[in-house]
């Protein structure tokens, strides 16, 4: 008699595995009047670690500047390590590209303004970010690359 293995999902652990502030320019720069121009930056990166444990780390890099200096840098990575057993194989990779960093993104978002707001800046909350639309394009971009080389 086969057994019913049914899909597990679950989370073991979140934490913060990479955190970095810098202000390059202070004590000058917070006596500038003007506000800074915010670039936002994000990555996903998922590794398995056996027996149906992955790491995926969600990497948020927010930059302010002011003309060509750097106001502050943060950079936070907000890691976890997710159980999924019993999933087939091509639901994988969607699992550790969108719910993944779904979980994890309210986590880094907390550790961004934290961040900001001890770096002596107004805390910076990053708007909600659609995970799916940004796998699917990264999806779209790997299909049409091979079709981009040239045949000999």
Do not use: H, W
Not at 5 to 30: H, R
């Amino acid at each position: 008699m086969e057994e019913n293995q049914q899909p597990v999902f679950g989370i073991e652990k979140l934490y913060v595995k990479d955190l970095s502030v810098e202000v390059p320019n202070a004590p000058q720069i917070f006596l500038e009047q003007e506000g800074p121009q915010v670039e936002i930056q994000l990555a996903t990166n998922g590794q398995g670690l056996g027996d149906g444990a992955y790491e995926v780390v969600l990497t948020v890099t927010v930059t302010a500047r002011i003309g060509d200096k750097t106001v502050f840098l943060v950079e936070v990575g907000q890691a976890g390590i997710f159980r999924i057993v019993n999933v087939p194989d091509e639901q994988l990779e969607p699992l550790m590209a969108v719910a993944c960093p779904n979980i994890l993104f309210p986590y880094a978002r907390e550790a961004v303004s934290d961040a900001v707001g001890r770096a002596g800046f107004a805390p910076i909350v990053l708007q909600p970010v659609n995970f799916e639309a940004m796998y699917m394009q990264r999806l779209q971009q790997q299909e049409s690359a091979p079709a981009e080389v040239p045949i000999q």
